[in-house]
């Protein structure tokens, strides 16, 4: 009888797991769904330019609604180099945010930080904007009308002091982007054991070079969060169209205004007057669509090639220490 009971006791539990199993694998399968439903939508409304372009789409410059022309390469380029300048400028400072606050900022000051630091994630996109339009669309005239004139003999720094350009853009997308990456990064950072700067300190290690092994330990999660915020900063919409400019021409210049595929999508989707103007729209959004799951997937190969192998025989928590913190 006992025994019956004992094996009875066993049996519900295993119902229980195949149905949480089960229950949990609805949500997963969920997900999967709304991405394929999301590039099937977009296909869909977007078949008339697709079956005149093809992919040429992709590759020609010219975005002439007039003449039913389009090509989607000026907004690529101009997303791209945006997002990439953004991810450049913000790194850094995120980074440095998550190591004081996790590891070196006093404890009376750390829970107003991390409330200050989120805090800008909840400005909504359209205040980003107007504070981009009085304050750094003006500092950024500023900069071209005293960069000197040698400097301006270069590409990248061409163009006449108009103030709203690539420039303004990668810094507001800079500052939006900073509390995603650095929240994730100091999370991170958390979750480092503290027997990896216990033994760096054991090792005769400095507070840097223990801070460096725990950077090293956490590698894959900062490079993680640094992507998280390049995909937020992919999809930005209406702080970018405020202070980019909005001209579909392709420049290397940090001054010169340009534009973005959200931001054309969101200035011109009302406007659209005829069908091929509509899907030709659209398709922007799908090639949006598809460059975000390219970079996306590409992140997470990184983020795999970059995690730590599993080792036969791990040696003791205390003695598993990076080879940087011996440095």
């Not at 650095?182 to 990896?196: D, F, G, I, M, N």
Request: contains cysteine; positive net charge; proline residues 7%.
């Amino acid at each position: 009888m006992t025994e019956q009971a004992a094996a009875s006791g066993k049996r519900r539990p295993r119902g229980s797991d195949v149905g949480f199993r089960a229950g949990t694998g609805v949500f997963a399968v969920l997900i999967c769904v709304v991405v394929l439903g999301i590039g099937a939508v977009l296909t869909r409304e977007s078949m008339l330019s697709i079956a005149k372009f093809g992919f040429s789409f992709w590759r020609t410059q010219t975005w002439d609604p007039v003449a039913g022309e389009f090509g989607a390469l000026p907004f690529i380029w101009g997303t791209l180099y945006s997002s990439i300048l953004a991810l450049v400028l913000s790194a850094p400072v995120a980074l440095g945010i998550a190591v004081f606050i996790s590891e070196l900022c006093p404890a009376r000051l750390r829970a107003p930080l991390v409330f200050l630091t989120e805090l800008l994630a909840a400005i909504p996109s359209i205040v980003y904007g107007l504070w981009g339009i009085f304050v750094l669309v003006p500092v950024v005239r500023s900069l071209q009308v005293w960069t000197p004139a040698w400097l301006k003999g270069f590409p990248l720094f061409s163009g006449p002091p108009v103030g709203v350009g690539m420039l303004a853009a990668g810094l507001i997308l800079a500052v939006m982007v900073v509390p995603f990456t650095s929240s994730v990064a100091r999370e991170v950072l958390k979750s480092v054991p503290l027997s990896q700067r216990e033994a760096a300190y054991a090792l005769g290690a400095t507070r840097y070079e223990a801070i460096r092994a725990a950077l090293y330990y956490a590698r894959t999660g900062i490079v993680g969060a640094v992507m998280l915020g390049f995909g937020r900063a992919l999809g930005e919409t209406m702080a970018v169209t405020m202070v980019i400019g909005n001209n579909p021409r392709i420049s290397t210049s940090l001054f010169a205004p340009q534009y973005t595929m959200a931001a054309v999508i969101a200035n011109e989707f009302t406007e659209a007057d005829s069908p091929l103007y509509l899907h030709a729209l659209v398709e922007i959004g799908l090639v949006l669509f598809v460059l975000t799951l390219v970079i996306n997937m590409l992140s997470r190969l990184l983020i795999w090639s970059m995690a730590p192998r599993a080792n036969p025989a791990p040696a003791p928590a205390a003695a598993v220490v990076p080879a940087e913190a011996s440095a």
